[in-house]
């Protein structure tokens, strides 16, 4: 009896996820391969590549003895957002635009916004910055860098939005 091409790929496969501190290979049943990793000790270690079934990388997830430490997701080839861990726990978050400049960036607290935030306009200008995501001051700057100001508590606007011309600020609504 003749075997397939995709049988001995499947047997490979099984046969390499198995055993320590080597590496892993997951396929498709169409033979592409879908996750290609290692272990350590046991545990994910180093690089863990997830792949579509049209070949383009869906997502990378880097390991430390066992602990994610930082995740990147794709679109269509493009990076669509890097984010890092530190003990299991997201603490730094950035989104990118299909041209690979940054969308927005965040630093976390277990998966909590809580210090600065930055969204960025496609050319790489700053359109907002925040030191306490949800509540406070927040900068906003228009496609001409002209700064406004404006203070919110729990995501509700609490003060009227004021234009920053040299060293002061003028209310531009009511």
Avoid at 3 to 29: F, H, N, P, Q, V
Avoid at 35 to 42: A, D, H, L
Avoid at 146 to 154: H, P, Q, S
Wanted: aromatic letters at 14%.
């Amino acid at each position: 009896m003749r075997r397939s091409k995709l049988y001995w790929l499947m047997i490979i496969a099984t046969i390499a996820s198995c055993g320590d501190g080597d590496g892993y290979s997951e396929y498709y049943d169409s033979g592409v391969l879908k996750i290609k990793g290692s272990y350590s000790e046991g545990v994910k270690n180093g690089d863990w590549f997830h792949f579509k079934e049209n070949k383009d990388t869906l997502r990378v997830i880097r390991y430390a003895k066992g602990d994610t430490v930082m995740l990147k997701n794709f679109f269509n080839g493009e990076l669509l957002s890097i984010t890092e861990y530190q003990n299991n726990a997201r603490v730094r978050e950035r989104t990118f635009f299909p041209n690979g400049r940054m969308q927005s960036s965040y630093d976390l607290n277990g998966g909590v916004s809580t210090d600065t935030y930055e969204e960025f306009y496609e050319n790489g200008q700053l359109r907002l910055k925040t030191d306490n995501y949800g509540e406070g001051l927040h900068l906003f700057y228009d496609s001409l860098g002209v700064e406004y100001e404006i203070y919110f508590k729990g995501f509700e606007r609490i003060d009227s939005l004021t234009r920053k011309t040299g060293n002061q600020l003028v209310n531009v609504t009511k």
